[in-house]
């Protein structure tokens, strides 16, 4: 009897099992986009048509989730055991992280797409209030005394960091690379902070909602959605003489990817984001886009001025975060307690 | 009188007269373990992996110490706040009748059913000097939002709740022949209240407010959009936490989580302690 039971309830347990484990196969295909907060209306636009294209190419349907949260947060998601196909983060920094930390793919992943693995790119620029009236032009004005610099933490913001690496770049190009000079400049700057959001969407809501602050530093999409949101009459987008390449990075997760057997349908989304149609879906929400073709319709859009890259002047991502953003690095000593 | 016999009545409980002992131990002591002992173990344990060495780096950061004083020195201005004004708010809820009573009785729990999100903005909007109370303030040039002030309104607005309802049903069962004895013994109506009524509201006032200063200490969804999160002026422990998260220092975070349970475990064992010694000193 005993055993009967034991029996009864192992089948019950496997077929239980069995249940969970198996994706019917034919059924309908589902992708999880992993990515940051800006990119929400971008992502449900990419998704619409990729998923139309994938059934005019396949005759399958395919289901494409987005979710949105701060870089950090979701890449630590991903590896928590969020069952991301694709993550598509702010900076390549948090992808490596998954890379390291995970192992859920591999280490080189930022060469197997074209452009660093990033699809399209951005800036960052300075939102003010309308008629500029601290005739905000460059970054100089912005360690100004009595200015009020709106940015978020760098700590805990992929938005922010650009936004540090754009003021420390600046600096070192103005200074003759003097290291100790860019510092100067970046802990004038940050005295002149009075609040650190914790990502980039919270301190836009600061400066534009709230109305704290003279200038907030954002990325580029981000300014233009805020002019747009709040109105041509409340602020204005002022582009600095110099900034930052931001590059936000896309790549599929291959572990997840493989247990899903969504391999194929990953990697064309990804493809996607390169195609003509991808790239106009990324300027029309504001991004940069890479193709020539589609960048030239757009180039009263988006104004030429000189970008560098995290790579030229910081010698990468791994280097600029142990250097500024750990512990105990640069931003945490311009910013000791009792300052 | 009463204290001392609802003790007298514990005891005999204790000595199994009611059946059952052994099965609701049995369910209480699973559940606690299950909810409570097993997540609270996986943090120390994750907190342990860096080692003793590891443990005293990180909370000897002077960053951590600030974050530190500034979660437990506004959690604790915020408790003494709503001790004093829940008990007020308790009092009029159980003591009068007045038209539009239930509503303000109602109005007590919003702050409970509010996610905290929607507070913090809401507090960042009012408070901010934009916002009408905050520009109201800003004329005398004192800025509450993005400041420790905004920190402590905060905090004062999620604590309130647990004060008045720990206050309520203890003042609700209130004998008033006590007072009524006090009175016609002369005693002036200060004397009743502070002498006969507070001494007996006291525990609770003392456990609703304990209650609010562990919450405010927890508190971070509100506390975020209002604080302005400045390193060592208005950054609070759980704020520290997610940061070092968000950088993928797992230890760091449960480091300080337990270094923060410890602590906020010891402040309450010792507000219960002074509760016993006071009901016994009551009771007796």
Do not use: C
Not at chain 2, 61 to 75: E, K, L, M, Y
Not at chain 2, 94 to 110: I, K, M, S
Not at chain 2, 178 to 206: D, K, S
Not at chain 2, 237 to 243: K, T
């Amino acid at each position: 009897m005993q055993y009967i039971r034991a029996g009864a309830s192992l089948l019950a347990v496997v077929a239980v099992a069995a249940l969970m484990g198996a994706r019917p196969a034919a059924a309908q295909q589902s992708l999880l986009n992993v990515s940051y907060d800006p990119t929400r209306e971008l992502y449900a636009a990419v998704g619409k048509a990729f998923a139309e294209r994938w059934k005019a190419q396949t005759g399958e349907t395919i289901a494409i989730r987005t979710s949105n949260g701060g870089s950090g947060a979701q890449a630590r998601a991903v590896i928590d055991g969020l069952e991301a196909d694709i993550v598509t983060l702010a900076l390549a920094w948090d992808i490596d992280a998954i890379a390291e930390r995970a192992h859920l793919l591999p280490i080189d992943w930022q060469r197997r797409l074209p452009d660093n693995s990033s699809p399209y790119t951005s800036t960052i620029v300075f939102l003010v209030r309308r008629g500029n009236p601290k005739q905000i032009k460059d970054w100089d004005d912005l360690v100004k005394p009595g200015l009020k610099v709106i940015t978020p933490n760098p700590k805990t913001s992929g938005g922010a960091r650009w936004n540090y690496l754009a003021a420390w770049g600046y600096a070192l190009k103005k200074d003759g690379n003097d290291p100790q000079k860019a510092r100067d400049f970046v802990k004038a700057l940050y005295a002149n902070v009075p609040i650190l959001d914790t990502g980039a969407r919270g301190a836009t809501m600061t400066f534009a909602q709230r109305r704290q602050g003279d200038v907030l530093i954002a990325w580029e999409n981000e300014a233009f959605l805020a002019v747009n949101e709040f109105g041509k009459d409340k602020m204005e987008i002022v582009v600095p003489s110099v900034s930052i390449l931001a590059e936000p990075a896309v790549a599929l997760v291959d572990a997840n990817v493989d247990r899903h057997g969504t391999r194929k349908a990953a990697e064309a989304y990804l493809a996607f984001l390169y195609t003509p149609e991808g790239q106009e879906l990324a300027a029309r929400n504001f991004y940069r886009p890479r193709l020539a073709e589609v960048a030239a319709r757009h180039a009263d859009q988006f104004p030429q001025i000189p970008l560098f890259t995290v790579d030229e002047v910081f010698g990468g991502w791994r280097k600029a975060q142990a250097t500024h953003f750990a512990d105990g690095g640069i931003f945490d000593q311009i910013h000791k307690p009792g300052r | 009188m009463q204290i001392a016999l609802a003790q007298h009545d514990g005891r005999a409980a204790r000595r199994s007269v009611i059946p059952g002992f052994g099965a609701t131990l049995g369910i209480a002591l699973l559940y606690l373990t299950l909810i409570v002992l097993i997540p609270l173990a996986a943090l120390v344990l994750a907190a342990a992996g860096p080692g003793i060495a590891g443990v005293l780096a990180t909370l000897a950061d002077p960053r951590v110490a600030a974050a530190f004083r500034v979660s437990f020195g506004i959690a604790f201005a915020a408790a003494l706040i709503n001790g004093a004004v829940g008990l007020v708010v308790a009092w009029v809820l159980v003591r009068y009748r007045f038209p539009g009573r239930r509503l303000l009785d109602g109005l007590v729990d919003l702050p409970f059913a509010l996610p905290t999100a929607v507070a913090g903005i809401a507090l960042a909007a009012l408070y901010a000097d934009t916002g009408w109370v905050g520009g109201f303030f800003a004329r005398f040039g004192i800025d509450i939002a993005f400041t420790p002030r905004g920190i402590l309104v905060a905090l004062v607005f999620i604590g309130l709740p647990f004060v008045v309802r720990t206050v309520q049903p203890i003042l609700a069962d209130l004998e008033h022949e006590a007072e009524e004895a006090a009175l016609t013994l002369g005693a002036t109506r200060l004397q009743i209240f502070f002498r006969v009524v507070l001494p007996a509201l006291l525990p609770g006032v003392l456990t609703g407010m304990s209650l609010a200063f562990a919450r405010g200490l927890g508190e971070y969804g509100s506390v975020i959009f209002v604080a302005g999160n400045m390193p060592g002026l208005s950054e609070i422990v759980p704020l520290l936490i997610v940061i070092k998260l968000d950088q993928f220092d797992y230890a760091g975070a449960a480091i300080i989580g337990v270094a923060m349970l410890v602590a906020s475990f010891a402040i309450l064992l010792a507000l219960n302690l002074g509760q016993f010694l006071m009901r016994r000193r009551h009771g007796a």
